[in-house]
């Protein structure tokens, strides 16, 4: 349901979809291989304690 609610906003409000679109590139350049490693790493040490 919330991600049905979520994608209608998406679709209805193109305003929220613009600001969505100028903020992706700046939140992708977040997610370095070296931070997904160290991220995995610490679930799986969690999951294996």
Same mark, same amino acid.
Request: proline share 2%; with cysteine; hydrophobic share 45%.
């Given at each position: 349901? $919330?991600?049905?609610? $979520?994608?209608? +906003?998406?679709?209805?409000? +193109? $305003?929220?979809?613009?600001?969505?679109?100028? @903020?992706?590139?700046? !939140?992708?350049c977040a997610?370095?291989?070296?931070?997904? &490693? !160290?991220?995995?790493? &610490?679930?799986? +040490?969690? @999951?294996? &304690?």
């Amino acid at each position: 349901q $919330a991600w049905f609610e $979520a994608v209608e +906003r998406l679709l209805s409000d +193109r $305003a929220h979809y613009q600001r969505l679109a100028e @903020a992706g590139p700046a !939140r992708a350049c977040a997610f370095t291989w070296d931070e997904t &490693a !160290r991220l995995t790493h &610490a679930v799986y +040490r969690e @999951a294996l &304690a």
